[in-house]
């Protein structure tokens, strides 16, 4: 079993950056695949970013394409989301995800049915 604790969200104007951070318990991170996914106030969860178990494939959603980043280290059981040129659009509250179900480490995972542990979320807000 993982815990996940996400940091880094806050306040921010639109055309800004910010690095959300999740930090996994235990010691078997690199058996996780990883992803990223967001609810805005009045919608459902949307798949943001996801990263494979050995880092070396991402995957992004067409909202993310361009603009925002994922990356893992390993030994710090740290999953991380690099956002640049930010819009009032991608307010919302950012949950990190894991999965122990994909057993390939360069497959991703882009559906919240292959997760099987969640943080509790980090609010985002993008003023205009």
Same mark, same amino acid.
């Given at each position: ?73 390993? +030994?710090? %059981? *740290? ?9 009032? /659009? &991608?307010?919302?509250? =950012?949950?990190?995800? +894991?999965? %122990? *179900? ?9 559906? /919240? &049915?292959?997760?099987? =542990? ?11």
């Amino acid at each position: 079993q993982v815990q996940l604790v996400e940091s880094g969200g806050g306040l921010v104007q639109a055309g800004g950056s910010l690095r959300l951070s999740c930090a996994a318990s235990g010691r078997t991170f690199s058996r996780y695949a990883m992803g990223w996914f967001r609810q805005a106030p009045g919608k459902e969860r949307e798949f943001v970013a996801a990263v494979s178990r050995s880092g070396s494939n991402t995957y992004y959603a067409e909202s993310a394409k361009g603009r925002f980043t994922i990356s893992r280290d390993n +030994a710090k %059981n *740290t999953v991380y989301l690099q956002m640049n040129s930010l819009k009032p /659009e &991608d307010t919302a509250v =950012y949950y990190c995800a +894991a999965t %122990n *179900t994909i057993v390939n480490t360069i497959v991703v995972g882009t559906t /919240e &049915d292959e997760y099987n =542990y969640w943080g509790q979320g980090t609010q985002v807000t993008v003023s205009s």
